[in-house]
């Protein structure tokens, strides 16, 4: 089971393909929940998870819940993972790269490095399209596993029912009250 996380799994609105797989392990594997599937890339590298967003979504910083197994997938398993962030395929802009030793279970990474205006956290990514490559494996293997993948959005705060013009922004917080 992924784990349960503060920010909403918006996985489910976008449509997925990958670069390659073998019959019965495509990219409906990454999604279905069960860790004994997987996604089974068949070709050469790097290989590809494509993302793609009917509307610009925010993807929170804590972008994705990844479910690897090393000990089970052995050199299937990705060591690198770079994501790409952008409106279409042509456009595409590198917003991480992340380097993994020997991972088992849920994994969930930052894909954002500005901080927010609260300089709390990290900013969302705004984008269409998300594309994350397997540019190698554990040992130098050449096709891939991954196991499960969701794609995490920012908390939306709550807004009152009662207030009728409700400020959420901070510029908006900003002018909230007179003085």
């Known amino acids: 089971r992924p784990p349960t996380l ?7 609105q976008a449509k997925w393909s990958v670069s390659s797989y073998k019959f019965g392990f495509g990219a409906e594997c990454l999604q279905d ?30 972008l994705h819940a990844i479910f690897l197994c090393h000990p089970l997938d052995d050199s299937y398993t990705p060591s690198t993972l770079a994501i790409r962030a952008g409106t279409g395929p042509n456009d595409l802009q590198d917003v991480r790269i992340i380097t993994l030793e020997k991972p088992d279970g849920w994994l969930t990474f930052d894909i954002s490095s500005e901080p927010n205006e609260g300089g709390e956290g990290l900013k969302p990514v705004y984008a269409y399209l998300l594309q994350i490559i397997i540019l190698a494996n554990h ?10 993948l969701r794609v995490l959005g920012p908390v ?10 409700p400020w959420v922004s901070t510029e908006f917080r900003m002018h909230e009250t007179i003085r």
């Open 6 to 12: 503060p920010w909403p799994d918006i996985s489910a």
């Open 33 to 62: 929940g069960d860790p004994e599937t997987f996604w089974h890339s068949d070709g050469p590298q790097p290989h590809f998870i494509t993302i793609e967003f009917p509307r610009k979504v925010a993807i929170q910083g804590c």
């Open 139 to 148: 040992m130098s293997g050449k096709d891939t596993h991954v196991r499960g």
């Open 156 to 165: 939306e705060e709550v807004v009152s029912e009662e207030d009728p013009f």
